[in-house]
């Protein structure tokens, strides 16, 4: 497992200045992972609401490292340092690297990468931290497309060990070398992917993940279903998962995937319905279980 693979023989360049776009769940939580690893990170997003409610989560988050003793109070208080947050449309010409990690629409996104290319030196990498998008559909919106690509990180960004690195056709080898020697140097292990529907594991992930929703929508009870899984080995029961991830994500993923293989995926009409009804899971408070202080329960 430890066996590092050499994707690339070109050379990676150094990254020590990103800037995170979007934050919220995953924009957040990859801004807090980097502060943690030494890495300066500018977050924006489009609202102080937004930016507020994105360093909440990171103030927590450190909160926690500092309670765990995984980061002493110094280590902490430097991490918060290095993120600087705005609503503002600062420059990023100094950033090595941007990911964006904003709602999961194409033309939301085309906005984003059309400015960032305005904003950025000819030459910092983009990455998109999209879990379904078509990446290569971005190309079109920047100059130097050599330089973009994906960097997927998973939910919770702090635990999750894997980090897909996504290269379109036009995705030079230095940006992979240098995006490859980054997930390394923040501590995470990185996959080389094809930017393919679902790339590796959500490909490999949503139809276990549809499987169990469909289950529960055919009376299946949420908590045999999610234990059953944890006994199996599972670190979560599906169900939770979903609701971890968001049911609107979700959702999206199972599209992309059902439109891309309509022979074998499909997506759950109960995730539709959760989510029409603003059930997006833990984030709203409420999905397939209900979420308070003590802990979450089974939806009624
Ligand atoms: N910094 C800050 N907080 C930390 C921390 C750190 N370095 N390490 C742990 N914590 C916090 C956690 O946030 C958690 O806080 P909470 O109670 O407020 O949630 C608490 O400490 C407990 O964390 P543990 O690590 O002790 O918890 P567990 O051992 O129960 O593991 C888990 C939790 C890692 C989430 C495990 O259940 C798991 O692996 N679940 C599956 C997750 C998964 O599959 N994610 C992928 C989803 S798919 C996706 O994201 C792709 C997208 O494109 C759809």
């Given at each position: 497992r430890a066996k590092k693979h050499r994707y690339t023989e070109a050379e990676p360049r150094e990254i020590q200045r990103t800037a995170v776009i979007g934050a919220g769940v995953m924009g957040a939580g990859i801004a807090y992972w980097l502060s943690t690893r030494g890495i300066d990170v500018v977050l924006r997003d489009i609202s102080e609401k937004a930016v507020a409610a994105g360093m909440a989560r990171i103030s927590k988050n450190y909160d926690t490292s500092r309670r765990k003793?995984?980061?002493?109070?110094?280590?902490?208080?430097?991490?918060?340092?290095?993120?600087?947050?705005?609503?503002?449309p600062v420059p990023l010409h100094r950033c090595q690297l941007v990911i964006e990690a904003a709602?999961?629409?194409?033309?939301?996104?085309?906005?984003?990468?059309?400015?960032?290319?305005?904003?950025?030196?000819?030459?910092?990498?983009?990455?998109?931290?999209?879990?379904?998008?078509?990446?290569?559909?971005?190309?079109?919106?920047?100059?130097?497309?050599?330089?973009?690509?994906?960097?997927?990180?998973?939910?919770?960004?702090?635990?999750?060990?894997?980090?897909?690195?996504?290269?379109?056709?036009?995705?030079?080898?230095?940006?992979?070398?240098?995006a490859i020697a980054f997930v390394r140097r923040i501590g995470k292990m990185p996959v080389l992917v094809k930017d393919s529907p679902g790339f590796l594991v959500n490909r490999i992930l949503l139809p276990y993940l549809v499987e169990a929703a469909?289950?529960?929508?055919?009376?299946?009870?949420?908590?045999?279903?999610?234990?059953?899984?944890?006994?199996?080995?599972?670190?979560?029961?599906?169900?939770?998962?979903?609701?971890?991830?968001?049911?609107?994500v979700a959702a999206h993923v199972a599209h992309t995937l059902a439109a891309a293989f309509p022979d074998r995926m499909r997506v759950p009409a109960i995730a539709e319905k959760l989510v029409e009804a603003g059930h997006l899971g833990r984030k709203s408070g409420k999905g397939f279980y209900r979420y308070g202080k003590n802990g979450h329960e089974p939806s009624p």
């Open positions: 003793h995984i980061l002493s109070a110094t280590e902490a208080a430097r991490g918060l340092d290095r993120i600087h947050a705005t609503a503002r709602s999961e629409e194409l033309e939301i996104k085309k906005t984003i990468f059309a400015d960032l290319s305005q904003r950025t030196a000819h030459d910092t990498l983009l990455a998109t931290n999209t879990s379904a998008l078509p990446i290569r559909e971005l190309a079109g919106s920047i100059e130097n497309p050599w330089r973009l690509l994906g960097l997927h990180f998973f939910n919770p960004v702090h635990r999750m060990q894997l980090v897909e690195v996504v290269r379109t056709d036009q995705t030079s080898d230095e940006a992979i070398a240098t469909e289950i529960f929508e055919k009376g299946g009870n949420p908590k045999v279903i999610d234990d059953a899984m944890l006994d199996f080995g599972m670190p979560m029961g599906p169900l939770r998962l979903l609701d971890e991830v968001g049911l609107d």
